[in-house]
Each structure stands twice: as C-alpha cells, then as structure tokens.
Nanobody
Framework: QVQLVESGGGLVQAGGSLKLSCAAS???????????IAWFRQAPGKERDFVAA???????SYADSVKGRFTISRDNAKNTVYLQMSSLDVEDSAVYYC????????????????WGQGTQVLVSS
C-alpha cells in the first residue's frame, strides 16, 4: 500500500509561483524501478487531467499546457515528489492530486492505483 499526502496549495496571483509537495509512505519510490509518480489536476466541472510525471531515473513527462512553466522533481531520501509551478495563470486553478502507478507511464488517471486527497490551487487575475 502507498499513502500519499499533498500540501502546498493556496491562493496566488497570476504570474506567481507555488510549490506543491507529495509525501509518500508505505513504499520507497527509490527501491522500485517501475513506480511512476504523477500530478493530475481537476477544475470544477472538468475532467481530471495529467500534469506531469516522474520515474526512477528522474525521467519526466509534462502536459503541453504546463511545459516550460512547471517542474516535477523528487527527493528519494524524503520519499517526496514536488511540483514547482511558475508563471501561473487563472487556467491553472484546480485541485491538484498526486498519484502513483506501477508498470508503465500513462496519462490516464484511471490507471493510477493510489491517490492523495488533493490540494487546492487558486490563481487570481
């Protein structure tokens, strides 16, 4: 079992930055080469969308909408994954979720087995 806890959300002005954290317990990400840790987001009335993912060799994948503005990183010693968000836009407002799956990278939320409770990000204009 993997337990995930997100933090770092809040209210920020457009153009600002925010750093989200996803702390994991129950499994050490660094010990399993096929663990994929991803960030998703869901705005009111919209589907849950892929944002970014990272896996064992620090490989990363980003949605086109955040490429160049968001950076996903990990601290294996802390078993924590981060999402540094910069140049935020009102369209980035959503609940951000951390999720984990094994096997292969996927952008589909339905294939992720473990989820955190989410953290709210609100970008004001």
């Amino acid at each position: 079992q993997v337990q995930l806890v997100e933090s770092g959300g809040g209210l920020v002005q457009a153009g600002g930055s925010l750093k989200l954290s996803c702390a994991a317990s129950g499994r050490s990400f660094s010990r399993f080469s096929d663990y994929y840790i991803a960030w998703f987001r869901q705005a009111p009335g919209k589907e849950r969308d892929f944002v970014a993912a990272t896996w064992i060799d620090d490989s990363t994948s980003y949605a086109d909408s955040v490429k160049g503005r968001f950076t996903i990183s990990r601290d294996n010693a802390k078993n924590t994954v981060y999402l540094q968000m910069s140049s935020l836009d009102v369209e980035d407002s959503a609940v951000y979720y951390c999720a984990v799956k094994r096997g292969a990278l996927s952008w589909s939320p339905s294939l992720y087995n473990y989820w955190g409770q989410g953290t709210q990000v609100l970008v004001s204009s």
